[in-house]
């Protein structure tokens, strides 16, 4: 079987899973997790880290480990967001941000408006933007028309775990969409992670279902396998669903007296 | 308080007749760092016969035992990913009420330890989902915990907020005054006869083929048989240490506030754990309410967001709070280690240097157990089978997913 890359803004991966950095019980189970999860890319919200790089701070734990995706966590206009993504880019040495632009502290949810100026200031300004967005295909669309590099839509808030709430619009994002579409947030255990896949998104991003978990390190693993067994499901295309049964083995033609 | 260059002097007493392979009780100990686990270290030593000098660079308990809010919390703050602790915590936890009433004797200082229980509380449907996930765990561990409904958790604190949903009991979780602590364990080392100098940084770290054999202060050495590095968050800046010994620890910022309460009425009376802070009430009508958790280096600025997190969490909790005085605000860093668990115990291929360091948010819950068993380490040689695991050879690479940026 030919290598099933993921490529995005340049770069190749063979994972699929996207880990998100925060709310482990400890850095080590975060790193032990990172090493489950196969994941080749960690996101690391910037206004939260200590960004003088100190020694044993997660910085410099991933490193060396993983492809740093800094965000905007925390961030609630597009100044401030365009900000602390240059701030991002000085000291992280990369061009790769994911925009979150959040509209409130109670549901989480992105501000669209905002997101689609703040990205297109940021292409401009030469970042790849990988927005993370509501499951909307016409605000993907907006997006990706800005030049984002990849869009990031919501299967259900940030923190929930309730899996991904409409898988309609998740698939229609994904059969219209020209850039890689990556699902970010809701993901509550494996079968959630697979089902993006199979939908078509192109990967998953996923925090607290691992850091949360009462074995994370386990679940980080699950996590792997669970991206990977759904975009192999994806690339093999599942059956089309009936309403009657049909016997697997063929009825005509047995032998019989 | 000895100022830089005073007039202590220094006389070299060789390890007393036997093989200084082994460290023996009249060896010659140096103890960096003045905090709850460097002062309970050295009264230790020095009740039992060492020689026992305490290098600070600041003030002895000025660091995060000022800092902490002395919550002793075996049960309610075991979490997923930190089982292999336990044994530690449990250990220490048993060790406090002995340990208390020993030090409040020796030093004739009160340290207020009371073990009254720890209450965790959830106000909404998704805090008690969360909180039954917890208790599942908790309980699963063997650990003595109870289920409390809405109603028996305002019967036990009546000026909760009145939507209390549901409740987890630590019966055997507890406080201390951490501050009281520091004055009592510094009284007792400096009665014990440990020799405190604070104000005084150590520079270096100084070794001889592979042996510890003091530390430079103040340009000048101070010859040691043993070195206990108990510097807490700055334990990473101590000069001299080869590699393999730099302890990964890191300062973990928190924020923390402590308003006033009427202490003949107080707004509550044992520790509660509501979602997003504590409160930890004292005696004398203090209401600590902390903390933020912080990766912010050595950032020390109390920020509008950390405090308006902390005030809105015990606001929502209590809310009889909006009443209340600040009577302080601070900041602190916690010696947080890679996995959160103390690195304790003797260093491979540094002969001398002992390591009790790392202990994250559990330094007054660990004081006990920490000051016995390392104390123990340095007399007999021996490493307890609970000190075996927190040693710092467990800290090694892993393998990467591929990636290499």
Redesign the interface.
Known sequence: MAEDLFRIAGKA???RLFLGTAG??????F??S??A?????VTVSIR???M?G?????LD?V??????LPNTAGCATVKDAVLTAQLAREALDTNWIKLELIGDRETLYPDVEQLVTAAAQLVDDGFAVLPYCTDDPIVCRRLADVGCAAVMPLGSPIGTGLGILNPYNIEMICSRSTVPVILDAGVGTASDAALAMELGCDAVLLNTAVS?????VRMAAAMGHAVAGGRLARLAGRIPKRTRAEASSPELGLIGG | MPAKGDRETVTYHPPSGHSSAKPSVTSRVIVIGAGCIGLSIAWRLAAAGSTVDIYDQGRAGGGATHAAAGMLAAAVETEPGEQALLPLTLDSQRRWPAFAAELEAYSGLPVDLRTDGTVQVALTRDDVEVLRSGFEFQRGLGLNVAWLTGAQVKEREPWLNPRAAAGVLGADDGQVDNRKLAVALKAAAVKAGARLHEGAAVETLSLTAGRVDGVVVDGALKPADVVVLAAGAWSRQLAGLPEGAVPPVRPVKGQMLALRMDAAQPLLRHVVWPPKCYLVPRLDGRLIVGATTEDKGWDDHLTAGGVLALLEAAWRALPGVEELPIEEMWVGHRPGSRDDAPILGPVPDVAGLVMATGHHRNGILLTPGTADLVADHIQTGRVDPLLAPFGIGRFQERHTNGMRP
């Open positions: 991966f063979t994972s482990y019980p400890n850095q080590q189970v790193l032990d990172l090493a999860s196969g994941a080749q890319v939260r880290v200590d003088e100190g020694a044993e701070g997660i734990l490193r060396d480990r993983a492809w740093l949360k978990s009462t074995d994370p």
